[in-house]
Nanobody, 124 residues
Framework: QVRLMESGGGLVQPGGSLRLSCVAS????????MGWYRQIPGKERELVAR???????????DYAASAKGRFTISRDNAKNAVYLQMNNLNSEDTAVYHC??????????????WGQGTQVTVPS
């Protein structure tokens, strides 16, 4: 079983910054996609940013339009960790941020799992 531990959320003033962290633990053979999604009450969960690892092309990243230029996703494969640096935050970034990881477990089976989420609050 693979578990995710998220941290770094909190209350920040408009224009401020936060860095979210997510560490995967358990029976992991490899991690391919690591990403961050967010959810506002009453709305669907949406992609914020993700990083996909490829043996052929290296890491590639995807960002939501709202995140481009403000957020940076990065990963540390040695630590099975993914980070989201969020700068110039505004009230529209208020949400619960969930880490998502996809890979292959120790038994050789593909898996995907979600973290419980960390609250980010930016007052208007």
């Amino acid at each position: 079983q693979v578990r995710l531990m998220e941290s770094g959320g909190g209350l920040v003033q408009p224009g401020g910054s936060l860095r979210l962290s997510c560490v995967a633990s358990g029976s992991i053979l490899s991690l391919k996609t690591m990403g961050w999604y967010r959810q506002i009450p009453g709305k669907e969960r949406e992609l914020v940013a993700r990083v996909v690892s490829s043996d052929l092309t290296g890491d590639s990243t995807d960002y939501a339009a709202s995140a481009k230029g403000r957020f940076t996703i990065s990963r540390d494969n040695a630590k099975n960790a993914v980070y989201l640096q969020m700068n110039n935050l505004n009230s529209e970034d208020t949400a619960v941020y969930h880490c998502n990881v996809e890979g292959v477990n120790g038994a050789g089976n593909p898996f995907g799992t979600w973290g419980q989420g960390t609250q980010v609050t930016v007052p208007s």
